[in-house]
Nanobody, 125 residues
Framework: EWNLAESGGGSVQAGGSLRLSCSAPSGFYFHTHATGWFHQASGSECRFIARLNSDETTDYNTAVKGRFNISRDRAKNTVWLQMNDLKPEDAGVYHC??????????????????WGRGTQVTVSS
């Protein structure tokens, strides 16, 4: 199936950490594309979280800057999202997306790029 696959979600207390991973279908390589993470909280609009470009430059939502880190393992062809100091408002489903033309928009990536089904993150206060 030509989709991305996320894993690593779970339940943590506020202040805790999780590391999410995103894997690609055979034949798709993250290091030649931009990859990003998006967050869908229950009852809220999907929002951009982080982005890693093919040239390794990054971009973050200001709400997570300094707490989250996006990185890539070229040998494993995996993209990670390290999430530290989690807050209750970080809870929700996290999706990864990747493509050659990439915008920090859930709808654009869902419709035009590879998109994963998501992994659930729960943060208790």
């Amino acid at each position: 199936e030509w989709n991305l696959a996320e894993s690593g979600g779970g339940s943590v207390q506020a202040g805790g950490s999780l590391r999410l991973s995103c894997s690609a279908p055979s034949g798709f390589y993250f290091h030649t594309h931009a990859t990003g993470w998006f967050h869908q909280a229950s009852g809220s609009e999907c929002r951009f979280i982080a982005r890693l470009n093919s040239d390794e430059t990054t971009d973050y939502n200001t709400a997570v800057k300094g707490r989250f880190n996006i990185s890539r393992d070229r040998a494993k062809n995996t993209v990670w999202l390290q999430m530290n100091d989690l807050k209750p408002e970080d809870a929700g489903v996290y999706h990864c997306a990747a493509g050659g033309v990439f915008h920090n928009s859930c709808s654009y990536n869902r419709n035009h790029n590879l998109w994963g089904r998501g992994t659930q993150v729960t943060v208790s206060s």
